[in-house]
């Protein structure tokens, strides 16, 4: 399918919301792979230091 304009490229026949609609959460699925662990990383980092202060405190 070729598009003559680049209004018809994003308005794709009618299916231009739903294609780049599911074009936005593939991306930000993705995106948000990989952002999350690095937040879970920092705090469990800062639990596993307070933990280790804690257990060095019991002693």
């Not at 598009?3 to 294609?19: P, Q």
């Not at 609609?21 to 662990?37: C, E, H």
Request: hydrophobic residues 45%; positive net charge; without cysteine.
């Amino acid at each position: 399918m070729q598009f003559e304009t680049i209004s018809e490229f994003i308005k794709m026949d009618g299916h231009g919301l739903y294609v780049w609609l599911s074009y936005a959460i593939g991306v930000s699925i993705l995106i948000g792979n990989l952002i999350l662990p690095l937040f879970t990383r920092k705090e469990l980092i800062k639990n596993l230091a307070r933990r280790l202060r804690r257990e060095n405190n019991a002693q």
